[in-house]
């Protein structure tokens, strides 16, 4: 992969908003006004890979110092067959300070090989319906941005798990092109995919928040 650096700062004032659910709740949290650098230096805390030497996996975010680092990880390689793989885990416990505590949310950040010919929006179309197999989901509000260079979506959905526990599901994702190696499949491009998972109540008062300012500030080196 050609060194690289994307800002993912998604220009709103140029935003394409549209609702795919029926009856859009406009007090649904989506999007917030920038912050003031006072604020996040003191609310915030940039989280990065401690290894930089490999070119697949190298980005740092901020998130509220109330959410925790569970796992960050730099696998040697991508399957070449699409599969998805986790490299970052953040939570927030029910107590900060306790991950014994129940997780109130998570954000989640995933790499995968996709086809070169995808666009933004049609890889993570594609990832997401991938992920969510075997769940029933329901978009409740999907934006779509347009960059210089491509479009990107944001949506979040409602799904259903077993005993009928509710999940939201905050995602996005942009495609940065792979050039570590050839393949016999065709060319192909990496999508880093964010994914926050929390409750409704919990979304509204605070998991919203805190999946724009880790969306915002993704950087890739």
């Known amino acids: 992969m050609k060194k690289c650096s994307v ?108 086809p070169a010919e995808w666009t933004d929006v049609q890889a993570l179309d594609n990832v997401t319906s991938y992920l969510m197999k075997g769940h029933s989901f329901r978009v409740l509000q999907s934006k779509e941005y347009k960059l210089s260079r491509t479009t990107l979506k944001d949506m979040l959905i409602t799904y259903k798990v077993p005993k009928d526990k509710t999940y939201w599901s905050r995602i996005t994702g942009f495609k940065v092109k792979d050039d570590t190696r050839a393949y016999a499949s065709g060319k192909k491009d990496i999508l880093y995919l964010v994914q926050l998972n929390t409750s409704e109540k919990d979304y509204k008062a605070f998991a919203a928040e805190a999946f724009y300012m880790a969306k915002v500030s993704l950087r890739l080196e």
């Open 7 to 114: 800002f993912i700062m998604l220009i709103f004032i140029f935003s394409i908003a549209y609702a795919e659910a029926a009856g859009k709740d406009k007090k649904i949290p989506f999007d917030f006004p920038d912050l003031k650098q006072e604020d996040v230096a003191k609310r915030y805390v940039k989280h990065a890979f401690k290894d930089r030497k490999n070119p697949l996996f190298r980005f740092e975010m901020i998130f509220p110092k109330d959410w925790k680092v569970i796992n960050i990880k730099e696998p040697s390689e991508l399957p070449e067959n699409g599969g998805p793989v986790e490299i970052g885990a953040f939570h927030r416990f029910k107590v900060p300070d306790d991950p014994k505590s129940d997780i109130l949310a998570g954000i989640y950040i995933t790499a995968v090989r996709v």
